[in-house]
């Protein structure tokens, strides 16, 4: 699951190398943004953390570098 810990770190360290991220959605559990390619490695962190990788697709590098460029998905 993603975690509060995951949440609030990881957003934090995002916001730091971007002074500013565009949050789509919120909710109490979630925050949905836009990522930008330097956000990749960290993606993958928390896609295929032990809590987290049994829940969610785990993608390749390439694959989500495909998916920020493209006008055709949001997640």
Known sequence: MFNQCYKENDLKIIKIRRKKIEVLITTERLNICLAQEEDIPII???E???E???FIWQGCYEEHLDEINSNDSIL
């Open 52 to 54: 987290n990788k049994s």
């Open 44 to 46: 993958m962190q928390i």
């Open 48 to 50: 295929n953390d032990k």
